[in-house]
């Protein structure tokens, strides 16, 4: 296998972001990061962000003076739009399409609403993703400190010629190239973080600790325990993981619990999960969770509120807030 070209600092130019007005639309963990950054490198930033609510307030606390999305949009020759995948469609043909101009730039930090062409730009605009792996405190942080997130970019319509050059431009804008910037798509993109998402670190994760816990629980066990070994240390093994790969995490816990990992994590793990994930991974290829997605937001949220609550209401999140409660080492 070909190993993944990385881009960095001395491969891309500022100088394509010179002269051009760029809107952040959103003014979130992701938004507030890009504006900020963007602006200590020198780029001329709108801010685009609702009045009345605590991003509001920041944008203004930040030294903003933030508009509406048509007003934005108008004043921009680029439009980075920041906000949620479920409301984006309803933006873009209330507030963008009518406002925007002739051969602005339009990206994205998530391809969702061009993968599964809720948002269908004109043929004269470049469309580009530039996607930080990171939460955008981090992204703001490390740029603070002279460092960056690692950033994904994408072209999906190249209309000017430049279009791969504008995108590594914004992510060294915004830090990226300090910490290497790799090349997708925006099909890639969305289908592998959408599986992420659902198999691994936000499905997979939570139903993998509740259904530990509750085994620990119904065998007798106290809560508390149960909620410190199937929880709470999930946080110290990731972080070995994420440091030094596999290797650094079973260097750094007993033999007793490697070898415990290789005679019981495919029985917990096996051919039957992986079956699924594939099935999760068509689901998300098909278009079929982005349908019912859309059509959960336009019947109101029934499935996902009620299963929000269902969360909320399990005996692990009850047990952890009492317990997080006494962590003071946690706290900021």
Not at 189 to 206: I, M, N, R
Not at 217 to 243: M, N, R, S, T
Request: net charge negative; with cysteine.
């Amino acid at each position: 296998m070909t190993e993944a070209k990385m881009y960095y600092e001395t491969d891309a130019d500022l100088n394509y972001l010179q002269g051009k007005t760029i809107a952040i639309l959103g003014y979130g963990s992701q938004g507030h990061a890009h504006a900020l950054n963007l602006r200590d490198s020198g780029v001329n930033v709108i801010v685009a962000q609702r009045e009345g609510g605590a991003n509001y307030k920041k944008a203004v606390e930040d030294g903003w003076k933030p508009v509406s999305v048509a007003e934005a949009v108008k004043q921009a020759d680029w439009v980075h739009i920041l906000l949620p995948d479920e409301v984006q469609k309803k933006a873009w043909e209330e507030d963008i399409k009518p406002n925007i101009k002739k051969g602005a730039v339009v990206s994205f930090s998530h391809g969702f609403n061009i993968r599964f062409k809720q948002i269908v730009p004109a043929y004269d605009h470049d469309v580009i993703m530039i996607a930080p792996k990171g939460p955008g405190h981090l992204v703001r942080r490390q740029y603070e400190e002279g460092k960056g997130v690692p950033c994904l970019i994408a072209v999906e319509q190249n209309a000017s010629g430049e279009a791969k050059n504008l995108a590594l431009a914004y992510a060294k804008g915004i830090g990226g190239t300090r910490g290497g910037v790799l090349e997708t798509t925006f099909t890639e993109e969305t289908e592998t973080d959408l599986f992420g998402e659902q198999a691994v670190l936000c499905g997979g994760l939570v139903e993998l600790i509740t259904s530990g816990f509750e085994t620990l629980v119904e065998a007798g066990y106290q809560p508390e325990i149960a909620y410190f070994e199937c929880c709470h240390e999930v946080k110290l093994i990731v972080d070995l993981i994420f440091e030094g790969g596999f290797a650094k995490m079973n260097y750094s816990v007993s033999d007793t619990a490697e070898y415990g990992e290789y005679v019981s994590g495919k029985r917990v793990i096996t051919a039957d999960t992986k079956a699924e994930m594939k099935k999760v991974l068509t689901d998300i290829q098909s278009g079929k969770f982005a349908n019912d997605w859309i059509e959960e937001n336009k019947l109101g949220r029934v499935c996902f509120n009620k299963a929000r609550k269902m969360i909320s209401e399990r005996l692990i999140e009850k047990v952890g807030s009492r317990l997080r409660a006494r962590m003071s080492w946690t706290k900021k």
